[in-house]
């Protein structure tokens, strides 16, 4: 079939057609066969038999159910002749039962330590055989954990069939309760607890309701089959505890135009279905009274906050359509705080600002008190769900405050594919930490990459961090770093992010690291777990947009023959007999010119696999130009972009192998050529003394992840907070002709104290927005260049390196000031 995002006329009609008839056919056949063949009280062994009274029950046995025509009728009448076959029947078709129980799980054990055991309470709503309280056992004790569990079923048959298979487990804990879901009501099975409570409709965000006192919830392709969802869903609000948790898994069928305005879903990666097979499944399932109409998930989000949500295909059995969710109360977030400590406590998350009592005490108030000053898309999003009582977006559902919302629906952030372009960080964090010399005051901003230098940062412990980057998947990738700091052990973490492989890396996201993700970063995760755990693969550093530069190496050093001289080379023990191996087997084939004209210097490959835009390119060529090489009494090169960027790569990997021991303490170069760390050689962030400072409780408290570009996060800071801020090579990004540059300038001396710094590298000796720097408040000093092949870090990937100090303070008038954005930025003057 076509895949759920595609065009639906790819679908071979004539092999749909032919499937029927093979369908109707074989249905015949099974039909005659158990006409001969009798079932004693619904109990099926044989796997054959089980499948053949499974077809015969799903799709030749009319169900109509008895005179009464209830829906406990209706279910009986579809489960009773299968209720024994039926888990022998739905391992395939009914997937992601065990991914669910996994994640409530690991959601669910730290909220249990404070919890006293015969407090925690399971309620699994059409739980029907009580397969998934016993497949529970493998991630908890289900005896011992929980106080009580409920196994809520309107089908009498599949009651029975869970008596009994509790009755043969032991499990005394275990309550099945055949019932209507709408109508259970804990406390007519446990002693001691208070009358219930029926939700009033019409219930305001801001009214705290009654709430039960039922840590977990669960539904398993049970909320499909409920005709009277609407109830089900209502009846939740007033079960389940203040911080309890809801589990769902289930079929769905829904279109973007559904869900694409929404911020409170936790991302859409994936939930999209096309026309045809929206059109088809639901036609297929409604055969047996399974509604796959898109409403249950929708009011379901609408009820509940949303922890985690995923959306994904059936592989075996035709890409069917499955979601799993994870949802809390919506007003979790906000239960034991007024109306105005909602707005303050969200305005804290999502900006510098400090977290203060108001003293108008309503929401409106609240609101109005904040409005004159610029808000976040955050606080924004917040504050307008809460309005129209509304979940909170996601990110506020979070375990920890990390990552910041973002709208993934916008074009800035879809263009990048699902993609992130840099595995590791092309920053030497060593140098860095020489130049910043990071204490317990610092308030940073750094733009996100990999990660690597952010985590490096985060060893000196400053009060703040803001990690900024525009690709949604480069935060995906610095919060598994960081979830994988909280959640695993050192040789876990080491295998993940030194190695790039983990066979087990699936399980580790289900069962330890899927509470500390954002939702859209679980989703990312989810969908590419293959990055880490395929066999065949490379591993991470394999992956992303600069995987094509690393690949490229491998081939030219493949079809040239010097793949051994790449091992010798990391096996030196000297540095004399790298630069030997560098010169006489390496260097020939590696800055060829010819592999440079034919592949380096296409614009396509500097954009696509280095991240090197034309603005930076033409910085290159313009320095070639002036360069001794072209303009001086001897010339060695001639003045064509081919000629640039292969004087530009000498001038880069000349010196690292001359002056840096690769194999030893290179990490960057070693990656490259290996595609994984050793013990030996590694960034500092994966040294077991990095690791033990930050899984310590509270260690990445004070980081913020932002998706967004620099000058945005910058609008919203707090003015004069920020000490340093580490804007890599973007600046090479701007146009010389436009005003961008200036206003990101401008925009950094704001939020500077005096005496911040900026520090930026450049693939210019001299770049053109130094005077920018010198004009608007800022003392510029190059503290690196690659002059006379010096080398001026481990990297040595940019022509110099440079500290702007903030030195005088811009004077603008207020309305400027209040239209940052739109800045006259000539009718700026500076001030000491």
């Known amino acids: 079939m076509a895949s759920p995002g595609g065009n639906m006329f790819d679908l071979d009609f004539r092999t749909i057609l032919a499937g029927f008839s093979a369908v109707a056919l074989g249905g015949l056949l099974i039909s005659k066969f158990l006409s001969k063949y009798r079932l004693k009280n619904g109990e099926v062994q044989s796997p054959l038999k089980s499948f053949l009274v499974f077809f015969y029950s799903c799709f030749i046995k009319p169900h109509s159910g008895n005179k009464k025509g209830t829906q406990q009728d209706a279910l009986e009448s579809f489960y009773k002749t299968q209720a024994g076959a039926y888990d022998a029947t739905r391992k395939t078709l009914l997937q992601g039962r065990e991914e669910m129980l996994a994640l409530v799980a690991a959601q669910l054990k730290p909220k249990a330590i404070s919890h006293k055991q015969e407090d925690i309470i399971w309620v699994d709503i059409g739980g029907g055989t009580g397969r998934n309280i016993e497949a529970m056992s493998v991630f908890v004790n289900v005896p011992e954990f929980f106080s009580s569990v409920y196994l809520v079923d309107f089908s009498p048959s599949l009651c029975e069939v869970a008596r009994q298979r509790f009755q043969r487990l032991g499990w005394k804990n275990v309550i099945v309760v055949c019932e209507d879901a709408a109508k259970f009501r804990l406390e007519n099975h446990e002693n001691g607890l208070p009358g219930g409570y029926t939700p009033t409709l019409g219930d305001s965000y801001h009214n705290h309701t009654k709430n039960g006192c039922v840590d977990l919830v669960t539904m398993s392709y049970s909320l499909s089959m409920m005709p009277d969802y609407y109830s089900v869903i209502e009846s939740l609000t007033s079960l389940i505890s203040p911080d309890g948790l809801i589990g769902v898994v289930d079929?769905?069928?829904?279109?973007?135009?559904?869900?694409?305005?929404?911020?409170?879903?936790?991302?859409?990666?994936g939930r999209h279905v096309n026309w045809f097979l929206r059109s088809f499944w639901r036609a297929w399932f409604d055969l047996d009274r399974v509604g796959l109409e898109g409403s249950r998930r929708d009011y379901l989000e609408y009820k509940f906050g949303t922890v985690l949500n995923v959306s994904t295909r059936n592989l075996s059995l035709g890409r069917i359509p499955y979601y799993i969710w994870v949802g809390c109360h919506k007003e979790h977030f906000s239960c034991a705080l007024l109306p105005h400590q909602i707005i303050e406590k969200i305005d804290a998350f999502a900006t510098e600002s400090p977290y203060n009592q108001s003293q108008d005490c309503t929401f409106t108030g609240a609101v109005t008190r904040l409005a004159p000053k610029r808000r976040s898309g955050a606080f924004t999003a917040a504050t307008q769900n809460i309005s129209a009582n509304l979940p909170l977006p996601s990110s506020f559902y979070q375990n920890h405050h990390w990552r910041i919302y973002y709208n993934d629906q916008l074009q800035k952030h879809a263009q990048f594919n699902d993609e992130y372009i840099y595995a590791f960080t092309w920053e030497d964090a060593r140098a860095d930490e020489g130049l910043l010399n990071l204490g317990t005051e610092d308030v940073v901003l750094a733009i996100t990459s990999a990660g690597d230098n952010i985590l490096s940062y985060a060893t000196k412990s400053p009060a703040r961090i803001h990690a900024v980057d525009l690709n949604p998947t480069q935060n995906h990738l610095l919060e598994l770093k960081i979830a994988s700091y909280v959640a695993l052990s050192y040789e876990d973490f080491w295998r993940?992010?030194?190695?790039?492989?983990?066979?087990?890396?699936?399980?580790?996201?289900?069962?330890?690291?899927?509470p500390h993700l954002s939702s859209r970063a679980f989703q990312y995760w989810f969908d590419n777990a293959h990055v880490f755990s395929n066999t065949r693969g490379n591993g991470l550093y394999d992956t992303g947009g600069s995987r094509h530069a690393i690949r490229a190496v491998r081939w030219i050093s493949l079809i040239s023959g010097c793949r051994a001289a790449f091992?010798?080379?990391?096996?030196?023990?000297?540095?004399?007999?790298?630069?030997?191996?560098?010169?006489?087997?390496?260097?020939?084939?590696?800055?060829?010119k010819l592999v440079c004209k034919l592949v380096v210097s296409q614009e396509s490959f500097l954009w696509a696999a280095l991240g090197v835009p034309k603005n930076q390119l033409a910085m290159i060529e313009s320095d070639h130009a002036e360069s001794e090489a072209v303009s001086g009494p001897n010339p060695t090169s001639r003045n064509t972009r081919s000629h640039a960027v292969w004087r530009y790569m000498v001038n880069t990997l000349d010196p690292v192998a001359e002056q840096t021991h690769v194999g030893v303490n290179n990490p960057y170069y070693h990656v490259c050529m290996t595609g994984a760390f050793t013990r030996r050689c590694h960034p500092d962030y994966l040294s077991e003394e990095a690791y033990a400072k930050l899984s310590s409780p509270g260690a990445l408290d004070?980081?913020?992840?932002?998706?967004?570009?620099?000058?945005?996060?910058?609008?919203?800071?707090?003015?004069?907070?920020?000490?340093?801020?580490?804007?890599?090579?973007?600046?090479?990004?701007?146009?010389?002709?436009?005003?961008?540059?200036?206003?990101?300038?401008?925009?950094?001396?704001?939020?500077?104290?005096?005496?911040?710094?900026?520090?930026?590298?450049?693939?210019?000796?001299?770049?053109?927005?130094?005077?920018?720097?010198?004009?608007?408040?800022?003392?510029?000093?190059?503290?690196?260049?690659?002059?006379?092949?010096?080398?001026?870090?481990?990297?040595?990937?940019?022509?110099?390196?440079?500290?702007?100090?903030?030195?005088?303070?811009?004077?603008?008038?207020?309305?400027?000031?209040?239209?940052?954005d739109d800045l006259d930025i000539s009718s700026l003057s500076s001030e000491v």
């Open 496 to 514: 993940l992010f030194g190695e790039g492989k983990h066979p087990c890396f699936r399980t580790l996201l289900l069962t330890k690291l899927s």
């Open 251 to 269: 079929f769905y069928v829904q279109s973007k135009v559904d869900f694409a305005f929404r911020n409170y879903t936790g991302g859409s990666l």
């Open 567 to 592: 091992r010798d080379f990391l096996a030196t023990k000297t540095l004399n007999e790298q630069r030997d191996i560098w010169v006489s087997r390496i260097r020939p084939v590696l800055l060829s």
């Open 702 to 820: 004070g980081l913020r992840i932002h998706t967004e570009e620099v000058d945005e996060v910058l609008s919203h800071i707090t003015p004069n907070t920020l000490t340093v801020a580490v804007v890599m090579d973007s600046m090479d990004w701007f146009d010389p002709r436009g005003t961008a540059a200036a206003s990101q300038i401008i925009k950094l001396n704001s939020s500077l104290k005096m005496g911040g710094r900026v520090l930026l590298r450049s693939s210019a000796l001299v770049p053109w927005y130094m005077r920018t720097f010198e004009t608007h408040g800022f003392f510029p000093k190059r503290v690196g260049a690659r002059l006379s092949g010096a080398c001026i870090d481990r990297v040595n990937m940019y022509a110099s390196c440079w500290v702007c100090t903030k030195v005088e303070n811009l004077r603008w008038s207020t309305s400027d000031k209040d239209r940052i």
